[in-house]
């Protein structure tokens, strides 16, 4: 009987966060998640907090502004996995996690570090457009720093969360599908690749004891959902019995749009941009330096667009 690590999860309040908590104490590990002052008075938050004790995980205070705190929090554990987020409509805090390297150089214990990624490969977007670059850039820095200080990480593509792109039919500020009409980015063509929500975390919580994934990028690519904007809305059509109106936007006039839209938006926007106008998520095979979970673990039974379409109806 292989010992499980014992994992440390930060930002487990958050959206993918609470699911990786679930997923780690569902897979048997000795489940820690990091307080942090910051919350306050944040009522959600705490009773989340206090719902994970209840269900055996372990609640360890620790912030970004106290190095010491994390330091000792850290010693508790073999893994961490950070998932603060990285999106700018909520909150972006992926610099913070150099705060949690240096911490992780000092305590001097971690097996695996799984940096807040999940999203697309930033490794892979050197030519994005601004200013959505930033979560890509902002990443790549991180990952300098793990790499420089040479802790044994993981970094998880996890590509499209069904929840934001598959409930608005992969059209930005919709996240229920609709039963009239659908606007087609472009063609509505280009591949793109979703995955549920909790299947993200439960592979996720499967590559941290695995050497396998140790230093590598691991890519979360469902065969059965590998699928383009067009196809979605096919699914839905055959779930619903009727054929949506379609229109459809330009790539240049879907940059018009994003050049009078906030800064949070424009950064969300040009993700949208390079995922279905440009099918950056699909277009490239993976190479020997990286893994992909659904061929590592093919006893997780993930969820299939067309299932998860089906709670909408």
């Not at 269900?55 to 073999?78: I, M, P, W, Y």
């Not at 095979?285 to 089906?310: H, M, R, S």
Request: glycine content about 8%; proline content about 3%.
């Amino acid at each position: 009987m292989v010992l499980k690590s014992k994992v440390l999860i930060i930002g487990g309040t958050g959206y993918l966060g609470k699911r990786l908590v679930k997923a780690s104490l569902e897979q048997g590990h000795e489940t820690y998640v990091l307080r942090r002052p910051e919350i306050g008075v944040d009522i959600e938050k705490i009773q989340l907090l206090l719902s994970f004790k209840k269900q055996g995980a372990r609640l360890v205070t620790g912030s970004f502004n106290d190095h010491r705190s994390l330091v000792e929090a850290l010693k508790q554990v073999d893994v961490v996995i950070c998932a603060v987020s990285g999106v700018h409509f909520r909150s972006h805090q992926i610099l913070l996690q150099l705060k949690l390297v240096d911490a992780i150089k000092e305590a001097g214990n971690i097996k695996r570090f799984l940096p807040s990624e999940f999203g697309t490969d930033p490794a892979r977007m050197a030519d994005a457009l601004e200013p959505g670059r930033v979560s890509f850039d902002d990443k790549m820095v991180v990952r300098k720093a793990i790499e420089d200080a040479g802790i044994p990480f993981t970094y998880v593509s996890a590509n499209c969360f069904a929840g934001y792109f598959v409930g608005g039919l992969c059209q930005p500020g919709h996240i229920l599908p609709s039963k009239e009409s659908v606007l087609l980015l472009e063609d509505g063509n280009k591949k793109s690749i979703f995955v549920d929500e909790d299947d993200i975390a439960a592979y996720t919580i499967r590559t941290i004891d695995d050497p396998r994934t140790c230093n590598k990028t691991v890519y979360i690519r469902p065969s059965e959902n590998i699928l383009s904007q067009r196809e979605v809305v096919e699914l839905w059509e055959k779930l619903i019995g009727k054929q949506l109106e379609k229109s459809s936007l330009s790539d240049q006039d879907f940059l018009n749009i994003v050049k009078g839209q906030g800064y949070a938006e424009q950064v969300g926007l040009t993700h949208y941009y390079h995922v279905f106008y440009e099918g950056c998520l699909a277009n490239f095979e993976i190479g020997d330096d990286a893994e992909e979970a659904c061929a590592l673990y093919p006893d997780i039974k993930y969820t299939k667009v067309e299932d998860y379409l089906k709670q909408y109806l």
